[in-house]
């Protein structure tokens, strides 16, 4: 798989290799798992947070840290209300002030700089002015720009300063490293849960074949996996292709479009990210054409090579809030759907499920439930959504893959069980089942990190069949 440019390690704590009795599982390492172990670190509680590895969306993420995301106050305030849109405007300045004191006090060498973040617009877009607008009424420093720190097509920008860029990886291998020195706490990587079985007043985990007791679960595991039936009906998955090239900036900044094509930028060190080319990764574009793409794009704008390319792909809600809280009837608590600000939402969403295990009050409780009421925009949203999955489900079950593919990758139908094959370089055949255990979508080769994709919820396989990203938690090997 190709690789970030944050990504050092995959692993750097050992597996699960013995059966575990504890109080708080954490399911995830990513910055939502980390997080939250940090919010809870002196709690009475013996806390064991299991993780499969760090090419997770946290290390593959931009990570600017930033309330200024495309134009979400005017997203939020259609489905809901201005006031639902401001308290999340709050929600997000509470979690740069969180994670900034956390990177402070834990002196953590994370390369956090401020700077400002922009948004902008290459048209003349209504949703701008509205954004704007928004903005204004709530007495927020802003200024208006007819240009960014760098030259991009722009028409119309706005800027403000009291925002952040950090590397995502730093800052959570480092923290995990520290909280790892506590007595009460204990992190396991390349340590994959698969099932969930509640005996009595506790929660039996299945892990690497061993068995974690505990009382409560947090699954900051990105797609839940043995709970929320209905997730796959109010959520979907957005891709996007980001690159890293030596660029001469300068200062420090961030900024990202509010138009259709979304285009994202910001620097790190003396290199600058580049995202563009996001979707909804049911879009059965070839991913290998995607990247060209971007790349081509990338050469326009800037007349620069990348020396790193990746993609990643993070959960989308429906009415664009975070999903965070207890899910009914259990003990399991779940924090997702960042709608691609992750950095500040599983900060905020971290802190809101410590509150609710420490039984303190959080004022985000409410806007974020996973259980909260749906409303007429919500409800065509999701009919939307499933009828695109859907009809995905069904296309793949007739499609041939034809002309997506090279002579290197072949989907086969043997006694009606659907293989994928992919030779290597070395003319190895590479062959597993070619449905992904979760909700039995059929894969589909993803030639420019060499791994089977579902389309439908974003679960990938190495060409051996290893599961690398949920939610499936199984593999497709052939035994
Ligand atoms: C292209 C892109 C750019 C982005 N840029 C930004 C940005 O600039 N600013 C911002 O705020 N946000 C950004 N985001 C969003 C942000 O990266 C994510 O929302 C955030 O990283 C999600 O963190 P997480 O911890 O919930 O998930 P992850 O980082 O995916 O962590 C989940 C962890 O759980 C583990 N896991 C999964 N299943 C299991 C299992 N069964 N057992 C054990 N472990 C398991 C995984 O290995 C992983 O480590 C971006 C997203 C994308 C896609």
Redesign the pocket.
């Known amino acids: 798989m190709n690789k970030s440019i944050w990504l050092e390690q995959e692993s750097l704590f050992e597996q699960v290799r013995t059966n575990i009795n504890t109080d708080l599982l954490i399911?995830?390492?990513?910055?939502?798992?980390?997080n939250t172990l940090y919010f809870l670190k002196d709690s009475p509680y013996k806390i064991t947070l299991?993780?499969?590895?760090?090419?997770?969306?946290?290390?593959?993420?931009?990570?600017?840290?930033?309330y200024l995301q495309q134009d979400i106050y005017t997203k939020i305030s259609k489905i809901y209300s201005k006031e639902t849109a401001y308290q999340y405007y709050k929600s997000q300045i509470e979690a740069i002030s969180l994670l900034t004191d956390i990177i402070k006090k834990e002196n953590l060498n994370c390369d956090l700089e401020k700077a400002p973040s922009f948004i902008f617009t290459n048209t003349n877009k209504s949703t701008f002015k509205e954004e704007k607008d928004f903005l204004l009424s709530h007495d927020i420093r802003l200024k208006s720009k007819k240009k960014l720190p760098l030259d991009l097509p722009c028409y119309h920008a706005l800027e403000v300063k009291d925002t952040y860029v950090f590397n995502?990886y730093k800052y959570i291998t480092q923290l995990k490293q520290k909280l790892n020195t506590y007595k009460n706490i204990s992190i396991y990587d390349q340590?994959?849960?698969?099932s969930i079985t509640k005996e009595k007043d506790q929660y039996k985990v299945c892990?690497n074949g061993k068995t974690i007791t505990c009382k409560k679960i947090i699954m900051?595991?990105?797609y839940p996996?043995e709970i929320e039936k209905n997730f796959p009906f109010t959520t979907y998955l957005?891709?996007?292709i980001?690159s890293a090239f030596k660029y001469n900036k300068e200062k420090d900044f961030?900024a990202i479009n509010v138009d259709q094509n979304v285009l994202?930028v910001?620097t790190y060190k003396d290199y600058l990210l580049f995202?563009s080319h996001?979707h909804n990764i049911n879009n059965k574009e070839n991913i290998e054409k995607e990247v060209k793409n971007h790349l081509h794009l990338q050469k326009e704008l800037f007349s620069l090579d990348s020396e790193y390319t990746w993609i990643?792909?993070?959960?989308m809600t429906n009415d664009h809030l975070p999903i965070a809280g207890q899910v009914k009837n259990t003990y399991i608590y779940l924090?997702?759907g960042?709608n691609?600000?992750?950095?500040?939402?599983?900060t905020i969403c971290a802190k809101l499920i410590s509150d609710l295990i420490l039984k303190k009050d959080n004022a985000y409780q409410k806007l974020f439930d996973p259980n909260r009421s749906t409303n007429s925009k919500r409800i065509v949203n999701n009919l939307l959504y499933s009828i695109s999955s859907g009809s995905r489900l069904i296309c793949d079950k007739f499609y041939k893959n034809k002309d997506f593919y090279k002579d290197n990758v072949e989907i086969k139908k043997e006694d009606g069980i659907i293989y994928g094959i992919y030779i290597d370089q070395e003319k190895k055949e590479h062959k597993v089942y070619n449905l992904c255990p979760h909700m039995k979508c059929n894969l589909i080769f993803n030639s420019f990190d060499k791994t089977w994709d579902c389309p439908c919820h974003g679960s990938r396989f190495d060409i051996d069949g290893n599961v690398i990203?949920?939610?499936a938690?199984y593999d497709i090997k052939i035994k």
């Open positions: 399911i995830g390492g990513g910055i939502s798992g980390t299991i993780n499969n590895t760090n090419n997770n969306t946290t290390c593959n993420s931009t990570a600017k840290i930033t995502p340590s994959v849960a698969t892990c900051a595991c990105g996996f957005e891709r996007s980001v961030s994202s910001r995202l996001s990643n792909h993070d959960i924090l997702t960042y691609t600000w992750g950095m500040t939402n599983s990203k949920g939610p938690n």
